[in-house]
């Protein structure tokens, strides 16, 4: 019996080894797939769904059948962290504290900590800007926070975090999120220990970072996580006063609605988010207006009024365009207004203007390749409800090469809704191959 065993003796259930160091769970694991850590747990050790609810606590077998189908999630920490004890996952495995049947730690860092915060070394170092002196100065901080935990070092995670934001749009969500998660995980640890003064800018890091891997499990369609992440994102900034990250996280929540379909929700929270009190910088005021757009597209308003808050947006962004942008809304550029334009376009009933408007952006070369695949996406289901089915279906399968290589379910949800408008051209040869392409990702 190994050690990790032998400290669980009382629990009722606690998956082997050779199952949690296997790299299908440890993937799982990094971006907290509860669907397949269930499905995993389930098929590899035999397990029954009654089992596995009692080893969890306060969960019906019904309810790991629904997570498994992936009809439920996981959501909330207290839940994720039963999970965690209940299967014997280490904390570090899965995003969280050293769990308390993991024994004492002699170290304040976790391991994980230090590969995800520390990764690829030299290499890492010249992409941030850090020299070994700045990396020994991280890691005495990650020992002692409070005697060495300060601005140098929070500036140190902020840097680090800039570079899993680009590297995001190349690589994709499921490679980015270890090192967003571990980050968190390391400002959630050391936020404990530190002076106020420095708690407030970690957090505020923090909610950047929390937002950030919000996105990213919105990219790979697990919603219930990303409201988690956006939730904290809130929290953080709250603690940390900072009104505009809160007044950031409405739009973000209002894009996230997008995602459901609801438009309402869309709409008030874009509101919402244009108040004075958050002190937003223009680029996000300009975002938020356009995001209004698209909630009045969505509610049925007069094309004339969602043409108004589109031209009010791309106003306020020409006169933020002197300006470096930095911070909050940085990305948000006339390429970028103008894609969501077309989205708004699509949902007032003028597809044709949208596919040409994508078009255009796509073809001046600016996007990365994961939003390439996406925004193809979006064109065409435009071209599709235009009525030109054999240029959707080639374009759209195009995308969906793109999402099988990025693992993006946002660009392949998109894409099951381009085949359903397709549907009744399906006899056509292109649009076989589209579809083929799409049922073999």
Known sequence: MDERETRRSGYPLTIPDALLRSEAMQQACSVRDFREIFRLVNRRTGSSHAAMAAAIGKMTS????????????????EVIERVADGFGIPGEMIGLPRRPWEGSEQEVVSPVDRRTLFKEGSATGAMTGADHEEIQHVAAALEDAYRYLDGPVVDYFRKRLEVAKHDDGAMGARRTLPLVLGLLSAVEQRARDVKPAVRRELLSVGADGAEFAGWLYRDIQQPAIAVFWYDRAVEW????????????????????????????RILTLAQAGQHERWRLPPRVQAELLQQEALGC???????????????????????????????????????????????????????????????????????????????????????????????????????????????????????????????????RPVVREFREALRAV
């Open 297 to 427: 597209a969505m509610t049925g308003e007069p094309f004339s009024l969602v043409e108004q808050r589109l031209s009010a947006a791309r106003e306020l962004l020409a006169h933020a365009a002197g300006s470096e942008p930095s911070g909050l809304g940085a990305y948000f550029n006339e390429h970028t207004l103008l894609l969501r334009n077309a989205v708004s376009y699509t949902e007032a009933g003028k597809p044709g203007l949208a596919a040409d408007l994508f078009g255009k952006i796509i073809a001046a070369g600016t996007l990365s390749r994961r939003d390439i695949g996406f925004f193809n996406a979006r064109r065409s289901a435009a071209l599709a409800l235009s009525g030109e089915p054999d240029e959707a279906a080639r374009i759209g399968t195009a995308s969906a090469g793109v999402a099988r290589a990025m693992k993006s379910e946002r660009t392949l949800r998109v894409l099951d809704e381009v085949s359903q408008t397709l549907s009744r051209w399906r006899s």
């Open 237 to 264: 900034a709250q603690e940390a006063n900072d009104p505009a990250m809160q007044g950031y996280m409405l739009l973000k929540k209002s894009q996230m609605a997008y995602d459901d379909g609801d438009a309402g």
């Open 62 to 77: 019904s309810r790991v059948s629904d997570i498994i189908r992936g009809v439920r999630g996981v959501r909330g920490r």
